[in-house]
């Protein structure tokens, strides 16, 4: 069985600092993992994946995310928060073969200070 | 890119009514599409795995018998959820595999809310 843990549900930074949501997984398996963001009433877009090869990935609006096999943990950064960037964050993962649905963490809710 | 269309995006109903919620694949083929559930800030937790020409796989808990799940053709999958009752008002949103590398495309959600 896999499993999502997002440790905080919620976080708050201020307007141009750091961004770093947490994320552990928990896989039998090679994972896929990934992290999708949410704004109000709106469906999942995709930040960034991870399925094989580097494992730091850059996604869109500047946040990346690192695997890192020895930690199980798969964390969320961007460098310089905007005031866009407050959203509910979904750190996901899935088997890395057949059709298999996502198992999606609790979610971490940002909010950005001016 | 992928993309995935969902009607209606918003429903009122009253309790006991059926809803239909469609979930498309506007630029792609989709053998496989995902049913999610979300209740106010919580997560997305899935309801049943929808294959293409075959029927649908439920997760525990869920009735297959009041949300009943179509999917006729490589593009479209259906959500019924009959005789609805308030409890059933939540954000249902579908998603489609497409492709390698096991990525899920989603669409925008679908708010019912029962009366």
């Known amino acids: 069985a896999q499993s999502v843990t997002q440790l905080g549900s919620h976080v708050s930074v201020s307007e141009g600092a750091l961004v770093l949501l947490r994320c552990n997984y928990s896989?039998?398996?090679?994972?896929?993992l990934f992290w999708y963001v949410q704004y109000p009433n709106q469906g999942l877009q995709l930040l960034l994946k991870?399925?094989?090869?580097?494992?730091l990935v850059k996604g869109i609006n500047g946040f990346e995310a690192e695997f890192k096999k020895s930690e199980t943990s798969f964390h969320l950064t961007k460098p310089s928060a905007h005031m866009s960037d407050a959203a509910e964050y979904f750190c996901?993962?899935?088997?890395?073969?057949?059709?298999?649905?996502?198992?999606f963490g609790k979610g971490t809710r940002l909010s950005v200070i001016a | 890119g992928a993309v995935v269309s969902q009607h209606p995006s918003w429903v009122i109903c009253k309790s006991g009514t059926s809803v239909k919620i469609e979930c498309r694949s506007l630029?792609?083929?989709?053998?496989?599409m995902f049913w999610y559930r979300q209740f106010p800030k919580q997560s997305l937790m899935l309801m049943a795995t929808?294959?293409?020409?075959?029927?649908?796989?439920?997760e525990q808990g869920v009735e297959k018998d009041k949300f009943l799940i179509n999917h006729a053709s490589l593009t479209l999958s259906t959500l019924t959820v009959t005789s609805a009752h308030p409890e059933d008002s939540s954000f249902y949103i579908c998603?489609?595999?497409?492709?390698?590398?096991?990525?899920?495309?989603f669409g925008p959600g679908t708010r019912l809310t029962v009366l």
């Open positions: 998603s489609a595999l497409a492709g390698l590398g096991n990525e899920q495309f």
């Open positions: 896989s039998s398996v090679p994972p896929y």
């Open positions: 991870y399925t094989t090869g580097a494992t």
């Open positions: 996901a993962v899935t088997r890395n073969s057949g059709n298999t649905p996502l198992v």
């Open positions: 630029d792609f083929q989709a053998t496989t």
């Open positions: 929808s294959n293409e020409g075959s029927k649908a796989t439920y």
